[in-house]
């Protein structure tokens, strides 16, 4: 990246509401009213925002159906959103009004849901919470918010159906900290977080929608985390 890309992409970033919509299509593609609609933004200035943003190569749009939708590359956006978040509270954008009313209706999509391929909503921060606490991943000491997976942690995940071999050699970061939507704190993310739901779907803890991003919890996860 060149400094001028570098300048156009930190301007970008430079405002509450841009982070806000980032912080949505890292949930997955939305269409601009939806994204007001979530955010609590008028559409046009959401659609002021996203042009700013595409403009700076964080978001692309896809076409679905008729319809024009906005997506970003995790790979690339959530590593520099990780980072403002580990800068401290004030720079994390505060929960958009969507993200209340879920909270207030203790929706199923707040519970328990996919944040792209691993768990999110108040199961993966309990999770997530639980892991920790027994000492299976601590937080990196060095290079951003994220863990490192304890030797003891890798034979209690491999144990439970956790590929944690692939997790490791895979191309993305390993274990990172997800900013949950409506929580306001981490869950597991990365190719160990992927793996970790995917070992749950595999033992048939959580079942998957076709659509939505809403799962259920068909067997308690403490039951999974008790071997």
Known sequence: MTTP???????????????????ALLEGEATVSDLAARLGLAQPRASTHLARLRASGLVETVAIGRHRAYRVEAGRVKPLLDALYATGPASVPRPSKHAGRERRRDSPLRRARTCYDHLAGVAG??????????GWVRALEQGG????????????LARRGVDVDSAHVSRRRFATACLD???RRPH????????????LCAR???RRRSRGRDV???????????G
């Open 188 to 199: 597991l993310g990365g190719a160990l977080g992927a793996a970790v739901l995917g070992a």
């Open 5 to 23: 890309d570098a300048v156009r992409v930190a301007d970008a970033l430079a405002d509450s509401s841009r982070l806000a919509l980032l912080a």
């Open 216 to 226: 259920t919890l068909t067997k308690p996860l403490a039951r999974w985390l008790a």
């Open 125 to 134: 921060v309990g999770l997530l919470d639980t892991i920790r606490k027994r």
């Open 204 to 206: 048939g803890y959580v």
């Open 145 to 156: 918010p994220g863990y490192e997976l304890t030797r003891a942690g890798a034979r209690a």
């Open 181 to 183: 939507w409506t929580e």
